[in-house]
């Protein structure tokens, strides 16, 4: 499993000192760059691409949109030329490269995902266990990078949401996505995680729960009522977001299948992982939960707490590190 940091020495000269997140602002592309970023111990600087067809249609390959270079007013990538950009996503992919060359290659670019360009795209790619690219420069996890550091985890826990607080040990955190390119809950599929999810309550433990943009309007009905008749809480969108809490306070962790990401973030907590998975799949999503499965971190969700804590990984500071022992002092 290499999504476990090893020990790095400090680097000789603070670097680097700025740092762009670059994509063209979906969520997840851009929570990932922030979260390399504040690996680091930088604030990053937002930059959002916008490119129009025909240029967009072509994206990875070709140049930018002309309309965004780095000369014109509003420029996503107008200078002065930062020490580093952590960028992801196919549209990202041109302008990552046109900053390489107009920095003249001072700063180090990072990709997240295969850029589906090649090795040479960035100084640095990163990709999941299940994709294919290989190279010198890329490196490997089974898990992807997000915001749920140890530091954070640990501030949660050191000062809980107060909704949660209250609710008595032991807990689950309930992470429910939802309808995705891949998944779909059936009718079927819904009744058998609310009955699973009712025998796990009635065992004992508390429930903690969030929903998804992508939860179906009868799961999260089903949800709602769910966890009132057992005391739990499900967060409604009101207040603050209590997801580092949800996890923070966790004894295990109940997921669906279809986000690799917040299977992900689960495991950055040390506690076991149950996997509901709704009808579909898909081949890289398998190959994800199984290499999970060969490391005792992820079970089947049936009702029932199963696995042991084990030692939370951290895919994030493996990235993270990897950047600083590959341009330590800079590029």
């Not at 920095?103 to 990072?110: A, D, I, K, Q």
């Not at 943009?213 to 008749?229: C, E, H, I, N, V």
């Amino acid at each position: 499993m290499t999504d476990r940091p090893k020990p790095q020495p400090p680097a000789a000269t603070p670097w680097p000192a700025t740092a762009w997140a670059l994509s063209d602002g979906k969520a997840g592309d851009e929570g990932q760059c922030i979260a390399v970023i504040e690996a680091l111990g930088l604030v990053p600087d937002i930059r959002r691409v916008m490119p129009r067809p025909p240029f967009a249609w072509i994206m990875p390959w070709g140049g930018i949109d002309p309309r965004e270079a780095a000369s014109r007013p509003g420029s996503p990538i107008a200078p002065p030329w930062p020490d580093l950009v952590v960028a992801s996503g196919r549209r990202a992919v041109p302008y990552l490269r046109a900053v390489k060359r107009l920095s003249g290659g001072r700063t180090f670019t990072v990709f997240l995902k295969d850029p589906r360009t090649g090795s040479g795209t960035a100084d640095l790619i990163w990709v999941p266990a299940h994709d294919r690219l290989r190279g010198e420069n890329v490196v490997v996890t089974v898990t992807s990078p997000h915001r749920m550091s140890p530091e954070r985890l640990e501030s949660a826990r050191a000062a809980p949401d107060t909704r949660l607080a209250n609710l008595t040990a032991p807990r689950a955190a309930v992470l429910v996505g939802g309808d995705s390119r891949h998944h779909r809950f059936t009718d079927a599929d819904r009744m058998r995680f609310a009955e699973a999810l009712e025998r796990l309550a009635a065992s004992g433990l508390s429930l903690m729960g969030t929903l998804s943009r992508r939860t179906p309007p009868a799961l999260a009905a089903a949800m709602r009522d769910l966890f009132a008749r057992h005391g739990g809480f499900l967060w409604d969108g009101t207040g603050p977001n209590p997801y580092a809490s949800l996890l923070a306070l966790a004894d295990a962790v109940v997921v669906t299948a279809d986000s690799v990401n917040m299977v992900g973030e689960a495991a950055a907590t040390g506690r076991p992982i149950l996997v509901f998975e709704p009808s579909g799949g898909h081949a890289k999503i398998r190959a994800f939960l199984d290499a999970l499965r060969r490391e005792g971190l992820v079970h089947a969700f049936t009702g029932s707490l199963e696995g042991e804590p084990y030692e939370p990984l951290n895919s994030t500071r493996v990235i993270a590190d990897a950047i600083l022992a590959r341009a330590p002092r800079g590029p």
